[in-house]
C-alpha cells in the first residue's frame, strides 16, 4: 500500500518535527530576530531622517527670517544715515549761504562806502581831472 501507517511513519514524522524544531531554533528564529531588527533599524533612519529635514527646514526658514530681519535693519540704518546726511548737507548750505550773504552785505557796505567817499570828493577830483586836461592841451598847444 501507498499510505499504509506503519513505525517508518512515525519515526519520519518524529525526525520531522525535531528537524523542524532544530530548524526553528538554529536558523528561523535568528534569522527573523535578525531581519526584524534590521527593519527597525532601517525604520529609525527612516524617521531620524524625516526629523533632520524637518528640523533642516526649520533652521532655514529661521536664517531666512533673521537675514530678512538684517535687510530691513539695514535698510533702516542706512535710511536714517542718507536722512542725516541731508540734513547735516542742508545745515552745512545753509551756513555757507549765511556765510557767503555775510560777505556780500559786507562788500555792498564797503562798495557803498567807497562810492560815497568818491562823491563826496567827486567835485574836487572832476576840477583835478579838468584843470589837468586843461594843462597839457595848452602844453600841447604851446609846442
Do not use: C, W
Not at 61 to 89: F, G, H, V, W, Y
Not at 94 to 117: C, M, N, P, W
Amino acid at each position: 500500500m501507498f499510505l499504509a501507517l506503519d513505525g517508518t511513519f512515525l519515526v519520519q514524522l518524529v525526525n520531522f518535527a525535531i528537524f523542524f524544531a532544530l530548524l526553528s531554533v538554529v536558523f528561523l528564529r535568528p534569522v527573523s530576530a535578525a531581519i526584524r531588527r534590521r527593519r527597525e533599524y532601517i525604520n529609525s533612519l527612516t524617521t531620524d531622517y524625516d526629523t533632520y529635514q524637518a528640523q533642516a527646514k526649520t533652521l532655514r526658514e529661521q536664517a531666512e527670517a533673521i537675514r530678512a530681519a538684517a535687510r530691513r535693519d539695514a535698510e533702516a540704518i542706512m535710511t536714517k544715515s542718507r536722512a542725516e546726511a541731508s540734513n547735516a548737507a542742508a545745515a552745512l548750505t545753509a551756513s555757507y549761504v549765511a556765510q557767503v550773504q555775510s560777505t556780500i552785505e559786507k562788500a555792498d557796505k564797503t562798495v557803498a562806502e567807497e562810492l560815497e567817499k568818491a562823491r563826496v570828493n567827486e567835485h574836487e577830483t572832476v576840477q583835478q581831472l579838468a584843470n589837468l586836461i586843461v594843462e597839457r592841451t595848452l602844453s600841447e598847444q604851446a609846442r
